[in-house]
């Protein structure tokens, strides 16, 4: 069993960064997959990132290649999500999710989600 908190979201103007960052609880945490989804008000969940249990796989929204970097910390049950050159679109509600497996892109394998951080970046 995973529990997810996620923080660091805010209001940030265009252009400009952000860090997000989910604590996860949990004995196996090393073990589970890890993803960002963020869903904007009347849009569907949209894939961020996903990173799997080790650190070596990642991947990412075509929307964010380029911008965002997903990684963790391990010893500190943590997971990151690095966002620069912010833009008005990334507008949304972040959402930290943790899977069993050990990476997939796939929202619905993921079994563990935090209650989200709002984002939100102004023109």
């Known amino acids: 069993q995973v529990q997810l908190v996620e923080s660091g979201g805010g209001l940030v103007q265009a252009g400009g960064s952000l860090r997000l960052s989910c604590a996860a609880s949990g004995r196996t945490f090393r073990t589970y997959g890890m993803a960002w989804f963020r869903q904007a008000p009347g849009k569907e969940r949209e894939f961020v990132a996903a990173?799997?249990?080790?650190?070596?796989?990642?991947s990412y929204g075509d929307s964010v290649k380029g911008r965002f970097t997903i990684s963790r910390d391990n010893a500190k049950n943590t997971v990151y999500l690095q966002m620069n050159s912010l833009k008005p679109e990334d507008t949304a509600v972040y959402y930290c999710a943790a899977t069993r497996a050990h990476f997939t892109v796939v929202g619905e394998m993921y079994g563990y989600w935090g209650q989200g951080t709002q984002v939100t970046v102004s023109s």
């Open positions: 990173i799997s249990w080790s650190g070596g796989i990642t």
